[in-house]
C-alpha cells in the first residue's frame, strides 16, 4: 500500500468484512473513531500508509440504551456528547466525569470511550471507571460477537485482546443497584490537558443499614495497565467506609502499583499518590451512594 | 497518490474537493478551498488554532480527516460574521486588544461563540476552562476572557 486508503461501513457485517479482506491481502488497517489518538499517532511515530476504518457511522457504536438490568454504550460516542446525556450522569457520574478529563472541549467533541481504551495506555483515564462499573467488552467478530470484561481487555501497553479482524462494538454496564457510587480521580501537574500521574476509580454499594456490600478499586498510570485491586475492595467491604477502612484501602493501592519514573513522577511519588486518589475516590463514591 | 472526492457544506456553502485520505480538515480548509481564517499552530490537538465547528460540535480541524468531512456541516472563523457586521464576539476582541500576533485568535472566536450559543451566562471559571485547549503566547489570556465575559453582557443586553 503507498498511501493511506479509507473506508465508512455502515454495518457491522460491512466493518467486519473490509477488516477481513484487509487482513487476507495482508495489509494493514485500523479502525479511526474520534481519531485523537490515530492522528496524532499518524503525523509522528506511526505514520506507515493504511486502511483507516471509520467506525462512527453504525448505529450500534452510537448507541446508548438504558435497559432495566443493563446500559449499553456504543464505543464511538464522542465524551462531548456522553456528558450532555443527564440520565447516564446520574447513574455513573464518576464514569463520566473521567471521559469529561479527556483533553479540551475541542478533543471532546471527537474522543471517545472506546477510542481510549483501545488505544490501552496506561494512563487511559476512562479505563479504571469503565472497570470498577464491572463493564463488559462487546467485540464484533465474524463468528458472533464476544464478551470480555474492561479488566481483561488490555494486555499490555498499547495491546489488547482484539484481532486485527475484530474491534469494539460498545459496552454493557450492569445497572448500579440501589445505594452506589462511584467516582474516578487523577492527579496532573496542572488543572487541564494532560496526561494522568496517577488515577484511581471506587465504586461501592451498601445496604440499607449503611454497610458496604460490594465495592470495585481500580487504579491506574501506575503499571503498564489498569489494575483491579481486589485487596482494597475487600478493605471496604462490610464496612461503612470509614476513615480506616479508607486508608486500608489507600495502602491497598499503594502496595498494588508496579508504576515507573518518567517526568511525570518517580515510583515513590506515584505509590503514595495512587493511594491518596483512592482514599479521596472512595469518600466521594461513599458519599454519593449514601446521597 | 489517490484522491477521494469529498462532498462538504463549509459555512452554509456545499463544496467539493479532491483531498488525500492523510489530509486534515484543516488541509482541505486551507489547502483545497482557500479558507485559510483556520490556522495551524500544533498539528497535534494541543494548541486549539484549528477550531472549527463540526456538525455544532467543536473540534481540532487538524485531528479531523478531510474525508471525515464528507456530508458534514462544516462553521470556521469565516462564517462567524455576519454578512455586513462583526460579531459580537470579534467586536469585543478588537475593543479589548485580545490579540497580539493573532495566530489563536480565529480558534478562540470560533470557541468562544460556540460557548456563549451553548451558555449565554459563563463564569469566568466556566470560560477558562471551555478555552482551556486554545493556547495564546502572546496577552496571556486575560484580554480575552474579559472580552468574552464583555461579549456575554452584551449579547444578554441586545436581547
Ligand atoms: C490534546 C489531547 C489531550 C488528550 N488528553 C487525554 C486525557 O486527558 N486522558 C486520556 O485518557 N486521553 C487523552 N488523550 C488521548 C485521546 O484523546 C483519548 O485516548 C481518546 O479517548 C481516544 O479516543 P478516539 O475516539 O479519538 O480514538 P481513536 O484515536 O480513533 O482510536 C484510538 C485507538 O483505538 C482504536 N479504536 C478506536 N475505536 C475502536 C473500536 N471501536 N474498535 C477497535 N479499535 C478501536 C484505534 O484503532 C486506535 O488504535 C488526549 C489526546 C489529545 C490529542
Ligand atoms: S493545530 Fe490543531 S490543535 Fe494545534
Ligand atoms: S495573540 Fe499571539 S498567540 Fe495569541
Redesign the pocket.
Known amino acids: 500500500m503507498s498511501s493511506y486508503t479509507f473506508a465508512a461501513p455502515t454495518s457491522i457485517d460491512e466493518a467486519l468484512s473490509v477488516l477481513a479482506n484487509s487482513s487476507r491481502r495482508g495489509e494493514r488497517a485500523?479502525?479511526?473513531?474520534?481519531?485523537?489518538?490515530?492522528?496524532?499517532q499518524m503525523r509522528s511515530f506511526d505514520n506507515e500508509p493504511r486502511l483507516l476504518v471509520d467506525?462512527k457511522k453504525l448505529a450500534e457504536?452510537n448507541e446508548v440504551s438504558i435497559g432495566e438490568d443493563e446500559v449499553f454504550i456504543g464505543?464511538?460516542i464522542a465524551s462531548g456528547v456522553l456528558n450532555e446525556n443527564d440520565e447516564l450522569k446520574r447513574m455513573f457520574p464518576g464514569l463520566l466525569e473521567s471521559a469529561d478529563?479527556?483533553?479540551?472541549t475541542q478533543?471532546q467533541g471527537?474522543?471517545?470511550?472506546?477510542?481510549?481504551l483501545?488505544?490501552s495506555?496506561p494512563?487511559?483515564?476512562?479505563i479504571p471507571a469503565l472497570i470498577v462499573n464491572s463493564s463488559v467488552c462487546v467485540i464484533a467478530n465474524s463468528n458472533g460477537n464476544r464478551e470480555v470484561p474492561v479488566e481483561d481487555f488490555v494486555t499490555g501497553v498499547g495491546t489488547n485482546c482484539?484481532s486485527a479482524e475484530e474491534?469494539?462494538i460498545g459496552f454493557k454496564i450492569p445497572r448500579p443497584p440501589a445505594r452506589t457510587g462511584d467516582a474516578y480521580l487523577r492527579f496532573i501537574p496542572r488543572t487541564e490537558?494532560?496526561?494522568?500521574v496517577a488515577g484511581a476509580g471506587v465504586s461501592v454499594t451498601f445496604d440499607d443499614s449503611g454497610v458496604c456490600t460490594r465495592a470495585r478499586v481500580s487504579i491506574g498510570a501506575v503499571a503498564p495497565t489498569a489494575l483491579l485491586v481486589a485487596d482494597a475492595a475487600n478493605a471496604l467491604i462490610g464496612t461503612q467506609v470509614d476513615d480506616s477502612a479508607l486508608r486500608a484501602a489507600e495502602a491497598a493501592c499503594s502496595a498494588a502499583a508496579s508504576p515507573i519514573t518518567d517526568k511525570r513522577g518517580t515510583v515513590e511519588y506515584r505509590r503514595k499518590v495512587v493511594g491518596v486518589l483512592c482514599r479521596r475516590a472512595g469518600t466521594i463514591a461513599r458519599d454519593r451512594a449514601l446521597a | 497518490m489517490k484522491k477521494v472526492h469529498v462532498s462538504t457544506t463549509v459555512n452554509g456553502q456545499p463544496e467539493e474537493a479532491l483531498c488525500e485520505v492523510h489530509q486534515s480538515l484543516l488541509d482541505l480548509l486551507r489547502d483545497e478551498l482557500g479558507l485559510t481564517g483556520t490556522k495551524e499552530g500544533c498539528g497535534?490537538?494541543?494548541c486549539g488554532a484549528c477550531t472549527v465547528l463540526l456538525d455544532g460540535r467543536l473540534v481540532c480541524s487538524c485531528?479531523v480527516l478531510g474525508v471525515e468531512a464528507e456530508g458534514k456541516e462544516v462553521t470556521t472563523i469565516e462564517g462567524i460574521a455576519d454578512p455586513d457586521r462583526l460579531h459580537v464576539v470579534q467586536q469585543k476582541f478588537l475593543e479589548h486588544a485580545a490579540l497580539q500576533c493573532g495566530i489563536c485568535t480565529p480558534g478562540f472566536i470560533v470557541a468562544a461563540k460556540a460557548l456563549l450559543d451553548k451558555n449565554p451566562d459563563p463564569d469566568e471559571t466556566t470560560i477558562r476552562y471551555w478555552l482551556a485547549?486554545n493556547l495564546c503566547r502572546c496577552t496571556g489570556y486575560d484580554k480575552i476572557v474579559r472580552a468574552v465575559q464583555d461579549a456575554a453582557q452584551e449579547l444578554a443586553q441586545s436581547s
Open positions: 485500523q479502525v479511526l473513531a474520534g481519531g485523537t489518538d490515530v492522528i496524532v467506525v457504536t464505543s464511538a478529563l479527556i483533553g479540551s478533543i471527537r474522543a471517545s470511550i472506546g477510542g481510549n483501545c488505544n495506555s494512563a487511559g483515564d476512562t482484539m474491534f469494539l490537558m494532560d496526561i494522568a | 497535534t490537538g494541543d485531528l485547549g
